[in-house]
T-cell receptor, first 112, second 114 residues
Framework: NAGVTQTPKFQVLKTGQSMTLQCAQD?????MYWYRQDPGMGLRLIYY???????DKGEVPNGYNVSRLNKREFSLRLESAAPSQTSVYFC???????????FGSGTQLSVL | AQSVTQLGSHVSVSEGALVLLRCNYS??????LFWYVQYPNQGLQLLLK??????LVKGINGFEAEFKKSETSFHLTKPSAHMSDAAEYFC????????????FGGGTRVLVKP
């Protein structure tokens, strides 16, 4: 049982480049989330999808876009990467809204 | 707005000693409270949660936490630390006023000394 799968695990970008982080869950969960983790700041919610077909902004959405492709997949796109977006990104899912969250293993992104 | 404060970004304990991680929250309505653990190079895993009912909550790996409304606290404890408890621990709060979104504290990294 894979749970929540994120790709890639590591990525280095130059300022201004774009990329998409992929996330897929195989638990038939309704809700999916994207967080970023920065030292001393815990996890901050970027975007979430409470159910298939809906997406909404979290605490720090600027510079990001998301797509809930289907019930399984939720992608995060950086259109023009900035050094301030250097972080570790986590995708998570839950069966119900803000029930137990299941996290992927993270994507370490560096923007130079 | 809801918020979470974890006292101490780093805690060092000896193997066999008490583990105490402090968490205070602010919330305008009765909150849901969570503790998550993150082992190196992994995502977060739920340790325990409080929603309603009994204020002393038991979780996995021998951890427990007590919800104290009067103190707006949800401290995490384990009577006897094990080397495998070395990890980062995050307290989180959710309430309806914030659309039930989770807000995480800054995390506390636990080092266990032999």
């Amino acid at each position: 049982n894979a749970g929540v799968t994120q790709t890639p695990k590591f990525q280095v970008l130059k300022t201004g480049q774009s990329m998409t982080l992929q996330c897929a869950q195989d638990m038939n969960h309704n809700s999916m989330y994207w967080y970023r983790q920065d030292p001393g700041m815990g996890l901050r919610l970027i975007y979430y999808s409470a159910s298939e077909g809906t997406t909404d902004k979290g605490e720090v959405p600027n510079g990001y876009n998301v797509s809930r492709l289907n019930k399984r997949e939720f992608s995060l796109r950086l259109e023009s990467a900035a050094p301030s977006q250097t972080s570790v990104y986590f995708c998570a899912s839950s069966e119900l809204w803000v029930e137990k969250l299941f996290f992927g293993s993270g994507t370490q992104l560096s923007v130079l | 707005a809801q918020s979470v404060t974890q006292l101490g970004s780093h805690v060092s304990v000896s193997e066999g000693a008490l583990v105490l991680l402090r968490c205070n929250y602010s919330s305008s309505v009765p909150p849901y409270l969570f503790w998550y653990v993150q082992y190196p190079n992994q995502g977060l895993q739920l340790l325990l949660k409080y929603t309603t009912g009994a204020t002393l909550v038991k979780g996995i790996n021998g951890f427990e936490a007590e919800f104290k409304k009067s103190e707006t606290s949800f401290h995490l404890t384990k009577p006897s630390a094990h080397m495998s408890d070395a990890a980062e621990y995050f307290c989180a709060v959710s309430d309806q006023a914030a659309g039930n979104k989770l807000t995480f504290g800054g995390g506390t990294r636990v080092l266990v000394k032999p």
